[in-house]
């Protein structure tokens, strides 16, 4: 399985601002997954970040709002921007173990935006 | 969508009891995975089934699929206090390895 963390493990921001959480994985992997579980919700996909390519977002979302990263196989980042108190969420990165088949995630950011 | 459903919503049991949680999902699919969620944290991953499998086990953990009605469930043994989590069940079909989760189940084992 793969070791993942994730920064910052959680935080408070004013609306407006932009936040950005970092993803690093103990292992080269060729996509890394960002997800959203707002409260008492499940996860949705938010995007999917292959190193050396624009990430690939689902509907709903835009990259404009989540800014994502991919400079290396260990390491992503994604930005929530111009936050509001609607973008409050635990923000979380996957990535599949030595197959394509078992996702693994890190510990979340929890975020929440007064 | 593949999104799968698991019922029931919250399952409150004492402990040394089992407990069955079941999903539902729309699409074929590759394969389904269980996760457990421990109060707002991280997913730790349970289980992965494949298509072509009916059932499987890891220690006090069951899980069986059921292709042809779409369904999964998950049954944890001798339930303990420390198994009181949110469980999800996730599916993952076609070729973009995308997984699509469930609302979950809240599992409350009483001491």
């Known amino acids: 399985s793969a070791v993942i963390s994730q920064k910052p493990s959680r935080d408070i921001c004013q609306r407006g601002t932009s936040l950005t959480i970092q993803c690093q994985v103990d292992s080269q992997v060729t996509m890394m997954f960002w997800y959203r579980q707002q409260p008492g919700q499940s996860l949705t996909l938010i995007a999917t970040a292959n190193q050396g390519s624009e990430a690939t977002y689902e509907s709903g979302f835009v990259i404009d709002k989540f800014p994502i990263s991919r400079p290396n196989l260990t390491f992503s980042t994604l930005t929530v921007s111009n936050m509001s108190p609607e973008d409050s969420s635990i923000y979380l990165c996957?990535?599949?173990?030595?197959?394509?088949?078992?996702?693994?995630f890190g510990p979340g950011t929890r975020l929440l935006v007064l | 969508s593949q999104q799968g459903e698991e019922d029931p919503q919250a399952l409150s049991i004492q402990e040394g009891e089992n407990a069955t949680m079941n999903c539902s999902y729309k699409t074929s699919i590759n394969n389904l995975q269980w996760y457990r969620q421990n109060s707002g944290r991280g997913l730790v991953h349970l289980i992965l089934i494949r298509s072509n499998e009916r059932e499987k086990h890891s220690g006090r953990l069951r899980v069986t699929l059921d292709t042809s009605k779409k369904s999964s469930s998950l049954l944890i043994t001798a339930s303990r206090a420390a198994d009181t989590a949110s469980y999800f069940c996730a599916v993952s079909g076609g070729s973009n390895y995308k997984l699509t989760f469930g609302k979950g189940t809240l599992l409350t084992v009483n001491p």
């Open positions: 996957s990535v599949f173990g030595g197959g394509k088949e078992t996702q693994y």
